[in-house]
């Protein structure tokens, strides 16, 4: 029996800082800079990739390099990082090469050098096919520019790409959330991901919000929102595999499956976290002291995560899937069944109609799919 916290990591994850702009709405570790300091970072970036050779488990089957906008590198600085991981990581091993793009800052130049590198899924932050939602939420692109960046992937020979959207601005209508859906589905991606607006602390958003010149859309126009993009995707060939996210059949997304089955994972770059042998860890945010840091040393994160803690966020992961958590599996990782570690919590769920179990999976019923988190909480 595999250890529930002895699951060697199969994913790796690279983030690329860098922005052309930051976006109002984002909080992830990213800032605007320039070449030098783009150069210090991945020279950094190659030296702890080199570290992962040094590790029994150092073949990955998934690989992501997000952001950030990774895109925004200029061939040269693309190059030099697409060649750090070959150099370090047997592409032959390699099943899922992703890369997060922004609409406007790919080239034909860049992505056929990612297909030269083995790159073979793209991930494209479009967010909304509205230009007055693209300029609400601080993007740099346009409509226009989404639609010709598919385009040129598509001309470049990519046969699997994710689109992301965002739903949920305020005084954004039902209609123009359901026009969005159309003009997305039209480019006909393999994978969606939808994604409801959220306002976190420190954000321009947020600022704006706390000082009343925006408001919150009401909550039921975000969930019927919500419902129509469940309704039209499913309707139109999208598997409905996780909670904000559709694929065509073949094209779900292993590397993020890997975290929603709650396995193990390596991250490299600044503020990146990985889960390995029951260890997370986070690695030094700020960008600066990352770059002039070793690898010994970047780590400013550290917990090991107790065996029933792993186990509810196990559950609490995996209920994001649709198809649930498998008893089965879990027994075999953990050594005890469901029902005996959260026997309470899931038949009051049951009985309130928001988990079921299918056969011998326990999974979200419709109902507790519109109030997930409230679900998940309970196995806190």
Same mark, same amino acid.
């Given at each position: ?77 693309? =190059? ?15 099943? =899922? $090469?992703? $890369? ?89 991606? +393999? ?92 690695? +030094? ?27 509810? +966020? ?15 599996? $879990? ?34 019923? +419709? ?14």
């Amino acid at each position: 029996m595999i250890s529930g916290n002895n699951i060697p990591p199969k994913a790796l994850y690279l983030h690329i800082p860098f922005c052309e702009k930051k976006c109002y709405y984002c909080d992830f570790n990213s800032i605007v800079s320039d070449s030098k300091t783009i150069e210090h970072y991945l020279e950094a970036v190659d030296v702890e990739l080199r570290t992962l050779t040094l590790m029994p488990w150092y073949t990955f089957t998934t690989v992501y390099i997000g952001g950030g906008t990774p895109s925004l590198l200029s061939e040269y600085y693309l =190059e030099k990082l697409l060649r750090s991981v070959v150099s370090y990581i047997p592409v032959s091993g390699i099943k =899922e $090469f992703t $890369f997060e793009a922004n609409p406007g800052s790919l080239t034909m130049g860049k992505a056929r050098l990612l297909k030269e590198y083995q790159v073979n899924r793209v991930s494209l932050g479009v967010q909304s096919f509205q230009d007055k939602q693209l300029t609400f939420l601080g993007r740099v692109h346009s409509c226009d520019d989404a639609r010709k960046t598919f385009s040129l992937l598509r001309e470049a020979g990519f046969t699997n790409i994710a689109v992301d959207l965002l739903f949920g601005c305020p005084d954004q209508s039902l209609d123009e959330w359901k026009s969005d859906l159309t003009n997305l589905v039209e480019l006909n991606p +393999e994978h969606i991901s939808t994604y409801s607006l959220t306002y976190e602390e420190g954000t321009p958003l947020t600022v704006d919000l706390k000082g009343g010149m925006i408001n919150k859309l009401d909550e039921e126009i975000e969930l019927e929102m919500y419902k129509a993009a469940i309704r039209y995707l499913s309707s139109n060939g999208y598997d409905h595999y996780e909670i904000s996210n559709f694929a065509k059949n073949g094209y779900e997304c292993s590397h993020n499956r890997v975290y929603w089955e709650n396995t193990g994972y390596a991250g490299i770059g600044a503020g990146a976290f990985s889960f390995i042998d029951g260890i997370r860890t986070m690695n +030094e945010r700020d960008i600066f002291c990352y770059s002039k840091g070793s690898p010994a040393d970047i780590k400013s994160f550290r917990e090991s995560l107790p065996p029933d803690r792993l186990a509810s +966020e196990t559950v609490i992961m995996s209920l994001r899937l649709r198809q649930g958590i498998s008893n089965t599996d $879990f027994i075999e990782r953990f050594g005890y069944t469901l029902d005996d570690r959260f026997g309470d919590t899931i038949h009051k769920l049951i009985h309130d109609g928001f988990i079921n179990y299918d056969n011998e999976r326990l999974k979200l019923t +419709e109902k507790g799919l519109f109030v997930a988190d409230s679900v998940m909480a309970e196995f806190l």
